[in-house]
């Protein structure tokens, strides 16, 4: 995920490191948003108390930028994993600006580059360049003197006039959504006390919350975690993430499967953006959702599992590999070709059950039947696979 404030002022000053800047704007925002909401937070407790309208506004703000963030500006706009309706659109234009994280066309143009360069030295946020880099300094500095956002990764999202209204009116958004809005809604329920506990906690505060939650994928989800689909890139699956950032935290599944719109794909694996997602589409408001088929997510992971146990046995160079390895590569050709021919069939036996062809129904059920066995056949195989490569049995091909 990606973040650059720029707030469409760029007064740098040179650093250490030659043509290296540090951009100014970006650095005081975000060395003093936690100052102030720290020290608002207490003179406002001090000052006038805390009441039930503070808490409920910083909820309520962190969940819609938050949101805005993981579903709008993620998943919907830079990976195109669904399409939704203009109003749900217009919300993620309003409440993404208010998170304080740049321009979705920005964002996105950032995060696009990320998948394509993961962890190379043309990945604005590598996570090889450390930790810190890739949570906070990469924001705070601008490389070769200047920061560029390339609009060549985003022609697609141009395209769409909500999205270009707000990066030409980006800064009264954000500052208007994400500061003002909260204060002015605080100060109708409460008066002056609502107001500033609407400024601080739904504003600052939230803000701060806000944008170390999409800062540790950049950072912590590309170092700490298990890898089940590759080792590919640093990207990792981490539920504590997922727990502290809408479900982005199951990032290995993520940079695997891109274009899904789901980061974790088991029924239980915590990902509110999911929920949202699907339960918007219920009601007709998003639609087109991808997902990525269970047979390849198992494939994936199983390809990802012999791999990792192949690397511990070459450690033995009296044993050659080859023949083993020719076995899982057809065992995974097999269970490619029989499980999309699965899918065909079930998308037939469907459609059999709509137009009620009693006769054709049944030999769907007959062959779904047959190819089942032999997918649980080859899942057999692929068990006596990691078996024999574990135990150092012989590597028949």
Not at 198 to 213: E, S
Not at 378 to 397: C, H, S, V, Y
């Given at each position: 995920?990606?973040?650059?404030?720029?707030?469409?002022?760029?007064h740098?000053?040179?650093?250490?490191?030659?043509?290296d800047?540090?951009?100014?704007?970006?650095?005081?925002?975000?060395?003093?948003?936690?100052?102030?909401?720290?020290?608002?937070?207490?003179?406002?407790?001090?000052?006038?108390?805390?009441?039930?309208v503070?808490?409920?506004?910083?909820?309520?703000?962190?969940?819609?930028?938050?949101?805005?963030?993981?579903?709008?500006?993620?998943r919907?706009?830079?990976?195109?994993?669904?399409?939704?309706?203009?109003?749900?659109?217009?919300?993620?234009?309003?409440?993404?600006?208010?998170?304080?994280?740049?321009?979705?066309?920005?964002?996105?143009?950032?995060?696009?580059?990320?998948?394509?360069?993961?962890?190379?030295?043309?990945?604005?946020?590598?996570?090889?360049?450390?930790?810190?880099?890739?949570?906070?300094?990469?924001?705070?500095?601008?490389?070769?003197?200047e920061?560029v956002?390339?609009?060549?990764?985003?022609?697609?999202?141009?395209?769409?006039?909500?999205?270009?209204?707000?990066?030409?009116?980006?800064?009264?958004?954000?500052?208007?959504?994400?500061?003002?809005?909260?204060?002015?809604i605080?100060?109708?329920?409460?008066g002056?006390?609502?107001?500033?506990?609407?400024?601080?906690?739904?504003?600052?505060?939230?803000?701060?919350?806000?944008?170390?939650?999409?800062f540790?994928?950049?950072?912590?989800?590309?170092?700490?975690?298990?890898?089940?689909?590759?080792?590919?890139?640093?990207?990792?699956?981490?539920?504590?993430?997922?727990?502290?950032?809408?479900?982005?935290?199951?990032?290995?599944?993520?940079?695997?499967?891109?274009?899904?719109?789901?980061?974790?794909?088991?029924?239980?694996?915590?990902?509110?953006?999911?929920?949202?997602?699907?339960?918007?589409?219920?009601?007709?408001?998003?639609?087109?959702?991808?997902?990525?088929?269970?047979?390849?997510?198992?494939?994936?992971?199983?390809?990802?599992?012999?791999?990792?146990a192949?690397?511990?046995?070459?450690?033995?160079?009296?044993?050659?590999?080859?023949?083993?390895?020719?076995?899982?590569?057809?065992?995974?050709?097999?269970?490619?070709?029989?499980?999309?021919?699965?899918d065909?069939?079930?998308?037939?036996?469907?459609?059999?059950?709509?137009?009620?062809?009693?006769?054709?129904?049944?030999?769907?059920?007959?062959?779904?039947?047959?190819?089942?066995?032999?997918i649980a056949a080859?899942?057999?195989?692929?068990?006596?696979?990691?078996?024999?490569?574990?135990?150092?049995?012989?590597?028949?091909?």
């Open positions: 995920m990606g973040t650059a404030l720029n707030y469409g002022v760029c740098n000053t040179m650093s250490d490191n030659g043509s800047k540090i951009n100014v704007v970006n650095t005081l925002f975000l060395v003093l948003t936690p100052i102030a909401s720290i020290l608002g937070l207490w003179w406002h407790a001090t000052a006038y108390g805390v009441t039930w503070e808490p409920v506004l910083f909820v309520i703000w962190y969940f819609a930028c938050g949101l805005s963030i993981t579903v709008g500006y993620h919907l706009f830079s990976h195109r994993s669904h399409e939704a309706s203009w109003p749900l659109r217009l919300f993620y234009a309003l409440f993404g600006a208010g998170a304080f994280e740049n321009s979705a066309l920005n964002w996105c143009a950032d995060h696009r580059l990320h998948h394509r360069h993961t962890d190379t030295p043309e990945d604005p946020y590598s996570a090889s360049r450390g930790f810190w880099w890739s949570h906070i300094l990469w924001v705070m500095i601008d490389e070769g003197g920061r956002h390339d609009l060549s990764q985003v022609k697609d999202l141009q395209q769409d006039p909500i999205l270009r209204f707000q990066h030409r009116f980006y800064l009264v958004i954000a500052v208007g959504v994400g500061m003002f809005l909260p204060a002015l605080g100060g109708l329920i409460a002056v006390p609502g107001a500033v506990g609407g400024f601080v906690w739904a504003g600052l505060a939230r803000t701060v919350f806000t944008h170390h939650g999409t540790l994928i950049n950072s912590a989800a590309h170092i700490w975690g298990t890898q089940p689909y590759g080792d590919a890139n640093s990207s990792k699956d981490s539920p504590i993430l997922a727990f502290l950032t809408f479900g982005e935290g199951y990032h290995n599944f993520h940079h695997t499967f891109q274009s899904d719109y789901r980061n974790g794909h088991r029924w239980y694996h915590f990902d509110p953006s999911k929920w949202w997602i699907k339960a918007f589409s219920l009601i007709g408001l998003k639609q087109g959702l991808k997902s990525t088929p269970d047979w390849h997510i198992e494939d994936k992971r199983r390809q990802a599992s012999f791999e990792s192949a690397i511990a046995a070459g450690t033995d160079e009296t044993r050659d590999l080859t023949g083993i390895q020719e076995r899982m590569k057809n065992a995974r050709s097999n269970f490619k070709r029989q499980s999309r021919a699965l065909k069939l079930l998308v037939e036996r469907h459609g059999a059950r709509k137009e009620r062809q009693a006769a054709r129904r049944q030999e769907l059920e007959d062959a779904i039947a047959k190819l089942s066995d032999d080859i899942r057999t195989e692929f068990a006596q696979i990691m078996n024999d490569l574990t135990l150092g049995k012989p590597m028949m091909a």
